[in-house]
């Protein structure tokens, strides 16, 4: 037993040397925040059978955070519509790596996937349609005004080479059924 | 106390050998300390190396210039003063409000704290302080120091333009900044020194007297207070532009402006060049048909035949953006129209859509938020070169000009869309979808009317055999050749040119298709 001992009074030795090469530091700052979870129904966009965007309404356990909400809402939109007869909009392999809330109405969603990254083969109205709906169900749930697209974590210039998502995106009256 | 039993030795033993575990994995990032020094002293920051980069630690870095930092999800939000930004663990990429940092790498997290390049607080702490910050890695030392401003040149030019008067002060460098208004004045406080080009000028303007260069402060002393003013930057070179106009209907000094005759005629003096794009190219293929019809190679097709028409039956110079299997960006397109001054700009493609039975044609212009946000930016684009490279920004009167045009542009490039789907629907019989407005690439940037047509969906099983077949990409050829010659005789009569048929000089090798290519020196 005594060498038992001696050999736990070691490896503390050891602990205790490793952990003097790190300077003790106060608590650190970055805390992070309480996710309290709230039900709530929000709104997707989806294409309608006359090609125009209409709302789908879906309650969902969200955090309160909205900051924290918005990468969920838009990996429900991805999802698709609870409707198998509506197709989806995004390639089906369509990811959401972050989704972050900014000052001033302003949202940056950063997707990804294979297709995105290879190179989406499609027409403008299926580009516009997936571009839209992120827009509409980000300004309907969200404070949200303009939408800024990342691929990969990067600027692109389209998702499909027609609609330009190197600036931010406004929600279009022309993409919605009235 | 009696001796521990065996068990429990192991499991002290266990939690130990974890513990060193975490301990080895630690320090196998090579974590060190590095100096953080700003104008309130020094702040030892914790690091650690990676990819032969050191990141620091963002919470304790942050905090040595008075900020803060909070984890947000996956991703973390730094609050520094007003300024915001954002960054996740696997993105290069920060957000600071709708710009970019990029960084040399991605953030590093290791127990909930974030680790950054030294690069991406070179970057940020400018922003957001009036510090410069370098990062020097031999003594581990990230110095923030007080900017040293440059002394600029400036100068001025008015112009009174449409009711507008711009004002445009065009500094040799980025000048800091504020403006204020007070009673009949606007005053630039400019933390730079500038280099006055005048004292005080007066002008012969219905809304400005004079204009002041005085400690450090630019006056611009208006005619009345019933002058509203809106303020922006442009950037390369750095000017503060200043629009003035009468204050809104209802103030006392409200007086209605009389439009004087249409700028548009002064760039514009009628339609002889056409450019056309065949939609993608390449290895962007484009849509594809449930039958397997490319639409880069249909766009291709009708364009070609569109440009022989519009030769022979118009007389107008015809570019293709492609004549041939290639991809071009869409900047090369729009700048390709843009250096051979063309009059006329038309994007051919097919439409795809997911739902089935999606038939028809649709014409699209630049949607307004697109344009506007394209005026703002209309130095960086001027002269930009087929290649995509910038040539030196004109003169600030091309600039306004420039800007001013944008607007015109929009209207024609609605009523060109509006004729192409009139002329679509009229001849070929297909489902209306309308014109519609959408930030399409390849119009912005354009100086010219512009319009993206989609003759129809690919997708669509019935409209793919058609726009497989010859006849029938001859068909739509022809309907957008006579959209394109209504266009022209409309707008040749209301720019007094003419008449549709005013003898265009035809370049030589117009008529030919294939010579309809243009020169193509670079970005190829």
Redesign the interface.
């Known amino acids: ?1 005594p060498s ?1 001992r001696a ?2 009074a070691a ?2 030795a ?2 205790a040397a ?2 003097a ?3 003790e ?1 106060a608590v ?6 309480a996710n309290k979870v709230e039900s709530r129904t929000i709104q997707l966009f989806f ?1 309608s ?1 006359d ?1 125009l965007l209409v709302p789908e309404t879906r309650l969902l356990s969200l ?1 309160a ?1 909205q ?2 909400a ?2 969920q809402v838009v990996a429900e939109l991805l999802k698709g519509s609870a409707n198998t007869a509506v ?3 995004f390639p089906e392999d369509t990811v959401v ?4 809330l ?3 109405g ?1 949202a ?1 969603v ?1 997707l990804g996937g294979q297709t995105l990254t290879d ?1 989406w ?6 580009e ?2 997936a571009a839209y709906s992120l827009v509409h169900t980000l300004s309907a749930n969200f404070e949200i005004r ?1 939408v ?1 697209i ?1 691929v ?4 692109v ?2 998702l499909a ?4 998502i ?5 929600p ?1 009256g ?1 993409a919605v059924k009235r | 106390m009696g ?1 521990p039993g065996v068990g429990a ?1 192991k499991r ?2 266990v939690v ?1 050998l974890v ?2 575990a975490v ?1 080895t994995l ?2 196998a990032q090579g ?1 060190g ?1 590095a100096t953080v020094r700003t104008p309130n002293g020094d702040r ?1 920051v ?1 690091t650690i190396q990676q990819r032969g980069e050191t990141l620091l630690a963002a ?2 870095t942050i ?1 040595a210039f008075g900020g ?10 730094i609050a520094l003063g007003a300024m ?1 930004a ?1 960054f ?1 663990p ?4 920060a ?1 600071v ?2 710009d ?1 940092i990029e960084m040399a790498q991605e953030p590093v997290v290791i ?4 680790f950054l390049p030294s690069g991406f607080f070179r970057e940020l702490i400018p922003r957001a302080s009036g510090l410069d910050v370098t990062w020097d890695p031999a003594s581990r030392l990230l110095l923030a120091r007080p900017r040293t401003r440059e002394v600029l040149s400036a100068q001025v030019s008015v112009v009174d333009l449409q009711g507008t008067t711009k004002i445009v002060i065009q500094f040799s460098g980025a000048a800091e900044h504020t403006i204020t208004r007070t009673g009949t004045s606007y005053l630039i406080q400019l933390r730079n020194t500038v280099r006055a080009p005048f004292a005080e000028q007066a002008y012969d303007n219905p809304r400005v007297s004079r204009i002041t260069f005085r400690d450090g402060e630019i006056g611009i002393h208006l005619r009345g207070a019933a002058v509203a003013g809106d303020a922006y930057e442009l950037q390369n070179p750095f000017r503060i532009v200043l629009d003035l106009k009468e204050a809104p209907e209802g103030s006392p000094a409200y007086r209605p402006q009389l439009r004087t005759e249409p700028r548009f005629q002064q760039t514009l003096p009628g339609v002889r060049t056409i450019v056309l794009d065949p ?2 190219g390449g ?6 048909g449930p039958n397997g019809l490319m ?1 880069k190679d249909a766009t291709l097709a009708i364009c070609r035949k569109l440009a022989a028409v519009l030769s022979s039956r118009l007389g107008l110079r015809v570019i293709l953006t492609r004549n041939e299997d290639e991809a071009i ?3 090369q397109r729009t700048a390709l129209a843009n250096h051979y001054k063309a009059d006329l700009f038309l994007s051919v ?7 089935k ?2 038939r028809g044609a ?1 014409t ?1 212009f630049l ?1 307004v ?2 344009s506007d ?1 394209l005026a703002r930016s209309a130095a960086e684009r001027e002269n930009l070169t087929p290649s995509g490279s910038r040539s030196r920004a004109g003169s600030d009167l091309n600039l306004i000009l420039w800007e001013l045009a944008q607007q015109e542009y929009l209207k024609e490039s609605s009523r060109f869309a509006e004729i192409v789907q009139e002329e679509m629907n009229r001849a070929l019989g297909i489902e209306n ?1 309308g014109v ?7 119009l ?1 940037g354009a100086t010219m009317p512009a319009a ?1 047509v ?1 003759v129809g ?3 669509n099983p019935d409209e793919e055999a058609k726009l497989l077949d010859e006849g029938f990409q001859g068909t739509i050829a022809s309907t957008l050749a006579s959209a394109i010659e209504r266009y022209k005789t409309e707008y040749d009569v209301r720019m007094g040119v003419g008449g549709a048929r005013v003898a265009a000089p035809a370049p030589a090798g117009a008529g030919d298709p294939a010579a309809a290519e243009p020169e193509r020196t670079s970005g190829r």
């Open positions: 037993m038992t050999l736990v490896m503390l050891c602990i490793i952990s090469c790190r300077k530091r650190s700052d970055v805390v992070a925040l294409e059978p090609l955090p955070n900051a924290a918005l990468s197709p989806r909009l790596r972050g989704a972050y900014l000052p001033e302003n940056v950063d190179g083969n499609t027409g403008s109205h299926t516009l349609m303009r800024r990342l990969n974590g990067q600027p210039a389209t080479g027609h609609v330009a190197d600036r931010p995106l406004l279009s022309d | 001796v030795m002290v033993l130990l513990l060193l301990a630690v320090l974590i300390r030892e914790m919470d304790e905090a803060r930092i909070t984890a947000e999800g996956e991703g973390f939000r915001e954002i996740g696997d993105s290069r990429f957000v409000r709708d970019l127990e909930g704290r974030a939609g993608h290895k962007e293929v484009g849509a594809i639409e960006t869409l900047e493609h097919l439409n795809a859509a997911v739902m039975g999606a649709e699209y949607s938020e697109a946000e979808r519609k407005q959408a930030p399409f690439k390849v912005i993206l989609e969906f690919i997708t």
